[in-house]
């Protein structure tokens, strides 16, 4: 995030016409949060944990799987969630 909010800043300071520069800006902002929920879900999945009895969250479980999964699914499957 620091990359992004650099180029912002910059980009509040400069006078650039270019009226796509917000769509830009959200565009990578959006890709940078993909990868953040990608890699926390990596992360989450990959704990070594030898306790099997623990409290855990199943809807967190489930929207980090459909996050690993995003590419797959997309433009095949509908899902709903009704949790």
Known sequence: MGGY?????????????????PLFLDSIKTGIDKVTNIVKGLNQFSRDNKVLNEACDIHSIIDNCLTMLHNQQKNKIKIDKKY
């Open 5 to 21: 909010h650099g180029i912002q800043d910059y980009l509040s300071t400069t006078k650039i016409e270019n009226t796509n520069v």
